[in-house]
């Protein structure tokens, strides 16, 4: 049924509807509203039973989910940016320790400068910590992601990390359809943990391992997540069945068979992709995209696939490695191994900054005639950034760098 | 015998002979009945206190909870001794986390024994380092959340684990590798550190106390007593390290001892954020007994003059004593 929602509220809606028997929450910016739902669905009465834990700390929000998760309960909670990074510890344990816990991550950048807006550098930062990470390309794939995930993460006993643009799709309110507690209970069994904490059979969960073992359990994490590759597409497929929707995937290709350039992108911005697609279509230009809902586990043979006769692809990056160009980029080209065709890599989008049909349309264009840069700063202001280098030309105490350019944008304005 | 008062000097040390004892008062330790939750064959070093004092704290809470009981571990000295892989000493289901999180993985125990409706007790445990500093955040949201748990901590006032550094719980004077002895104010500066059960105290948990490996007895019964009541608990163990103190290795008993009866370790219960009981100081000594015995107080007594911070040290002996009202009764009854 659909109803008009907030996504934020929709998805607290779906995750009370997998019954977590713990929720951990801690305030951050943009997932807040998710666990300001569950607090009320769990005072109510609607989630049921659920011990709902406010905690001082994402540290502590996730070690209270991790130790949950160990005593054979079904755990959940949700971050954001600094959020995800306070826990960046705990969140390589959980994946080394194998507890499906479910988390939902909210977009953000991650400071400094302080931001609050939607981009990928949080998922980007842990994004080899073990863990599955899907990205929802709109809300209604939100909200369904998350029955997905509690699915997936106790079969395969697994970590998983809904990555959900925040405001973009976290605080956008329209027609949404929460999937029915009788779907959601066919869908997801009661969590059966594969280790737990028992009195009547006592174990030691989080022992020493040095040389001798190391390696194996970490080529376990490994293996773990190959299963994912196949087990993804298979219980998306189940679910699209019982939903009447498709929801979760490897990944979507978008008017990709015959395209000669492929814009590969994750989140909300493809959207906006599938649209400037139409448009170059309309105008001549052979285009087409991948959005790519699994980013761990990688879907090399997916996404090679995927990519047909692509002669170029372009990468729009929604974080930045400083130094390197983008993660998404580097990892696209490992599935390109063979191919001699370029790769470009588009930083796009960063703390927020609007991604336009305009601007991907004329990358696109330019890509066409081979005149993108193997990296690009899509809408960069390069007046503003030149006036910075010059001030740091001028003088050894130029100040803080954030501080110059806004200065300045608001003069230049 | 039931009805003899004993008097534990009658023995000629502070060691209570169980063999005097009637079954009852015997400890949980001395009864072939024991859980053996931390069982032999583990790596810790000869004359470890630590080791000694998880022994009684864990037997002592399963009895106390007739072995439904989970312990959570933080990362140090009783985490790694205990598990080699592939082998474990424990025998009840044990969970190790991370270095600064263990309270906090408690409380997610807990949560999961409380809604799965089940009655099983948590116990978590780290060493100083573990507790006062890098989990002090996670240790203070379980005190004011009155989760129900059990945290001890076992100090041996430095982080033993990595080789012997400061913590917030090292005493000043005191020698580390971070604090060295050398320079004008050598070891560990004045006016630092923190004491954690007043802290703990300040959150006004139903149950607070420290415990030395000294009175295994008084250890086993304030285990005994904090797993009577539900919520949030503290137990504070001081644990003598032969390798971080630099002491002989069968001295371990004596200068747990020592620390309590020259005034620097005050034992005491409090009960609702207000000290309820403190264990009086029998024969008192001064801070140089105690101090003398270990190395990593050598460079106090290498001059010609007395070390004019030992007047220091005694000051905060006496401050312990007066707030703590550790003064010998007057008379023995």
Redesign the interface.
């Known amino acids: 049924m659909l109803r008009q929602l907030e996504c934020s509220r929709a998805i607290a809606e779906a995750v009370a509807r997998c019954r977590p028997e713990v929720v951990c929450a801690y305030p951050i910016t943009p997932q807040t509203h998710i666990v300001e739902a569950l607090a009320e669905l769990v005072r109510e009465g609607a989630l049921a039973p659920c011990e709902y834990i406010n905690v001082e700390s994402e540290t502590s929000a996730l070690s209270v989910a991790l130790g949950a998760s160990a005593a054979g309960a079904r755990a959940y909670t949700a971050t954001a940016s600094q959020g995800l990074l306070h826990m960046a510890e705990v969140v390589y344990n959980v994946a080394g320790l194998g507890l499906p816990v479910v988390m939902t991550l909210g977009n953000r950048a991650v400071g400094a400068p302080i931001n609050i807006w939607n981009d990928h550098s949080d998922a980007m930062a842990l994004k080899d910590a073990g863990w599955i990470q899907l990205f929802a390309r709109d809300s209604q794939e939100a909200v369904d992601l998350h029955v997905l995930a509690f699915r997936l993460a106790e079969e395969l006993s697994i970590p998983v990390m809904v990555c959900v643009d925040g405001f973009v799709l976290t605080h956008s309110v329209e027609p949404l359809d929460v999937p029915a507690q009788a779907l959601v209970d066919r869908f997801l069994p009661p969590y059966h943990p594969v280790q737990v904490l028992d009195t009547a059979d006592p174990v030691s969960i989080g022992a020493m391992v040095g040389t001798d073992a190391f390696t194996e359990v970490r080529y376990l994490a490994h293996h773990k997540q190959l299963q994912a590759l196949d087990r993804i597409p298979v219980l998306a497929a189940e679910l699209a069945g019982l939903l009447g929707r498709s929801s979760g995937a490897l990944l979507h290709p978008y008017r990709a068979e015959d395209a000669e350039t492929l814009v590969v992108a994750m989140g909300s911005v493809t959207g906006t992709i599938e649209v400037a697609i139409d448009e170059l279509r309309a105008a001549g230009v052979a285009a087409g995209a991948v959005a790519l809902c699994a980013f761990r586990p990688f879907p090399l043979a997916a996404l090679a696939d995927a990519l047909g006769r692509a002669q170029r692809v372009i990468v729009v990056e929604r974080n930045l490695a400083p130094g390197l160009g983008g993660a998404l980029a580097s990892n696209v080209r490992m599935a390109l191994r063979g191919r001699p065709i370029p790769v470009h890599t588009v930083i796009a989008g960063l703390g927020g900054r609007p991604i336009t049909r305009a601007g991907l349309r004329r990358v696109v264009e330019t890509a066409a005639k081979d005149e993108l840069e193997d990296l690009h700063f899509l809408d960069l202001d390069v007046g503003a950034v030149e006036r910075e280098l010059a001030r740091w030309g001028e003088q050894r105490r130029s100040g803080p760098s954030a501080e110059n350019i806004l200065r300045d944008a608001w003069r230049t304005r | 015998m039931s009805d003899q008062r004993i008097r534990f000097y009658q023995t000629g040390t502070f060691t209570v002979g169980n063999r005097l004892l009637d079954l009852g008062k015997r400890t949980v330790q001395s009864s072939t009945e024991r859980a053996n939750a931390l069982t032999s064959g583990h790596r810790a070093c000869q004359g470890c206190g630590e080791a000694l004092g998880a022994r009684y704290v864990l037997d002592a809470a399963m009895r106390a909870t007739d072995?439904?009981?989970?312990a959570?571990?933080a990362t140090g000295c009783l985490?790694?001794f205990t598990?080699?892989?592939?082998e474990?000493a424990?025998?009840?289901?044990?969970?190790?986390?991370?270095f600064?999180?263990a309270a906090?993985?408690?409380?997610?125990?807990?949560?999961?024994?409380?809604?799965?409706?089940k009655a099983?007790r948590v116990i978590a445990q780290g060493g100083d380092g573990g507790t006062t500093d890098i989990g002090f955040?996670?240790l203070?949201?379980m005190f004011?959340?009155d989760d129900d748990v059990l945290y001890v901590c076992y100090d041996n006032e430095g982080y033993m684990n990595t080789g012997v550094q400061r913590s917030s719980a090292t005493p000043p004077t005191a020698r580390t590798a971070t604090t060295p002895a050398v320079g004008a104010e050598r070891g560990n500066p004045f006016g630092t550190g923190k004491s954690l059960p007043l802290l703990a105290m300040a959150h006004r948990l139903p149950y607070v106390a420290t415990a030395t490996v000294a009175d295994l007895h008084d250890l086993e019964a304030k285990v005994t007593r904090a797993m009577s009541v539900h919520g949030a608990r503290y137990l504070h163990v001081l644990v003598p390290c032969p390798l971080g103190w630099g002491h002989p290795t069968d001295e371990t008993i004596m200068l747990a001892r020592l620390a309590t009866e020259c005034g620097l370790f005050p034992v005491f219960e409090a009960v609702g954020g207000e000290l309820a009981a403190s264990t009086p100081i029998r024969r008192r000594v001064p801070v140089e007994a105690y101090l003398r015995r270990q190395r990593r107080f050598a460079h106090l007594f290498d001059g010609a003059e007395p070390d004019p911070r030992l007047a220091r040290l005694s000051a905060l002996a006496e401050d312990n004593i007066r707030r703590f009202r550790l003064a010998a009764p007057e008379a023995n009854p």
């Open positions: 072995r439904d009981l989970i959570v571990n985490e790694v598990t080699p892989s592939p474990t424990w025998q009840l289901p044990w969970l190790h986390s991370l600064g999180n906090a993985v408690a409380t997610g125990v807990a949560a999961a024994m409380r809604v799965k409706g099983t955040g996670c203070s949201g004011e959340r």
